[in-house]
């Protein structure tokens, strides 16, 4: 059953600390992207990654950090640099597309909703 | 950068009734993707279409591209279709989509 995970679903956190979210494919795609939500916006992108042990920021990348020792994985750290983390963050993937350049339709996991009490 | 707009707002339908959904975007793309967000967030995917017209269901899609506009539409809207539909777009390689702010639509039975 192919797909995208997260977890966790839900996740409180204390001002300055360090959180991570997980997330994992297994359809196979090379790109995997984190996107951050807020209430009543589209996404705006964190980080992407189109091949392991790379990544580019994004829009919105300060306060985050990631990394892509495998294929399959993409975790996002939300840092205590984060001014304003309290969000919805979703992570995508999607296929290399034709001639290895491009890509083609993004993917999305069911997402994290983080809090900061 | 590339602007992507969205209209209506908000919709609100009795079931079974017909919409039409629009997304205008200011520069070429190469791709185009509708997605519906259910009330419990997770985003589907329901056409990418940087060109042309494709149907699924209910649902149908149709890209202008050399118009720079998108249209989604619903016909006979059920009360599971309520949720918020987004457009978003790509260029160049495809590393970043832009999104629009989202159509929210509520079918009442």
């Known amino acids: 059953d192919g797909g995208i995970t997260q977890s966790p679903k839900y996740l409180f956190r204390k001002e300055g600390q360090n959180v991570t979210l997980s997330c994992e494919q297994n359809?196979?795609?090379?790109?995997m992207y984190w996107y951050r939500q807020d209430p009543g916006q589209g996404l705006r992108l964190i980080y992407y990654?189109?091949?392991?042990?790379?990544?580019q920021k994004g829009d919105i990348a300060e306060g985050y950090s990631v990394s892509r020792e495998k294929k399959e994985s993409f975790p996002l750290t939300v840092t205590s640099a984060q001014k304003n983390p309290t969000a919805f963050y979703l992570c995508?993937?999607?296929?290399?597309?034709?001639?290895?350049?491009?890509?083609?339709?993004?993917?999305f996991g069911p997402g994290t909703r983080l809090t900061v009490l | 950068g590339i602007q992507v707009e969205q209209s209506p707002p908000d919709l609100i339908l009795q079931e079974g009734a017909n919409s039409t959904l629009r997304c205008n975007f200011s520069?070429?793309?190469?791709?185009l993707q509708w997605f519906h967000q259910n009330p419990w967030g997770q985003l589907i995917n329901l056409f990418y279409?940087?060109?042309?017209?494709k149907q699924n269901g209910r649902l149908s899609a149709t890209t202008v591209a050399t118009e720079r506009y998108s249209l989604l539409y619903i016909s006979s809207s059920q009360t599971t279709d309520s949720g918020v539909y987004f457009c978003?777009?790509?260029?160049?390689?495809?590393?970043?989509?832009?999104w629009g702010l989202g159509t929210s639509l509520a079918v009442n039975p």
């Open positions: 995508a993937s999607s296929p290399r597309g034709a001639g290895g350049f491009s890509y083609n339709e993004q993917f």
């Open positions: 359809l196979n795609h090379d790109a």
């Open positions: 990654s189109q091949i392991v042990n790379d990544f």
């Open positions: 520069d070429s793309v190469n791709n």
């Open positions: 279409i940087p060109s042309g017209t």
């Open positions: 978003a777009v790509g260029a160049g390689n495809n590393r970043k989509l832009i």
